[in-house]
Antibody, heavy 120, light 105 residues
């Protein structure tokens, strides 16, 4: 069955950096577009970043562009998200999500999320 | 960027009721819209994609309509298990609506 397992969360100081990983299994990882979505405590969902199945196309939310990088290793079935210059408002649960088989059809599988807390 | 305005922000209804949640896009997104259900402490779950196609395994009480800039998610015969927050997401630039928290009276 499809599984997405995020890791790399924790407490980070303001101005610091993070690197999140999402290990995928149960499907052909290299064939699917992927996303990172975050959710601040008590707030709604915020889309953060997208990467095409082959890694050739990437898109970022305005809130993270210029200080973040989404990447993937299709040989290891792992999705990554790196961000620097962290601030308090980056505190959130970060989810990785797999796009559906059909184009523009939503994200049909999500990980359980990993919590990032930006605090001194 | 294409913004999504979702309403209402909270909704209270009785078991057996029919409820409707609306999402408006700031410009046309064709039918590139998905709806998700999120229960507390859980990851979101895809309910509807391409505005009106029910994801496999989702009860037929859920339905989606719309195209262009106006979209609705309708839940018929509301059940206690439907208590959750519902989000729309446009698939042009992936922005989510603000969410609708659904409660049972």
């Amino acid at each position: 069955q499809v599984q997405l397992v995020e890791s790399g969360g924790g407490v980070v100081q303001p101005g610091g950096s993070l690197r999140l990983s999402c290990e995928a299994s149960g499907f052909t990882f290299s064939a699917f577009d992927m996303h990172w979505v975050r959710q601040a405590p008590g707030k709604g969902l915020e889309w953060v970043a997208f990467i095409k199945y082959d890694g050739d196309d990437k898109l970022y939310a305005a809130s993270v562009v210029g200080r973040s990088t989404i990447s993937r290793d299709n040989s290891k079935n792992i999705l990554y998200f790196e961000m620097n210059s962290l601030r308090a408002e980056d505190t959130a649960v970060y989810y990785c999500a797999k796009d559906s088989y059909y184009d523009n059809s939503g994200s049909d599988y999500w990980g359980q999320g990993t919590l990032v807390s930006v605090s001194s | 960027d294409i913004q999504m305005t979702q309403s209402p922000s909270t909704l209270s209804a009785s078991v057996g009721d029919r409820v409707t949640i609306t999402c408006r896009a700031s410009q046309s997104i064709s039918n590139w819209l998905a709806w998700y259900q999120q229960k507390p402490g859980r990851a979101p779950k895809l309910l509807v994609y391409k505005a009106s196609i029910l994801q496999s395994g989702v009860p037929s009480r859920f339905s989606g309509t719309g195209s262009g800039t106006e979209f609705t998610l309708t839940i018929s015969n509301l059940q206690p298990d439907d208590v959750a927050t519902y989000y729309c997401q446009q698939y042009k630039t992936y922005i989510f609506g603000q969410g609708t928290k659904l409660e049972i009276k």
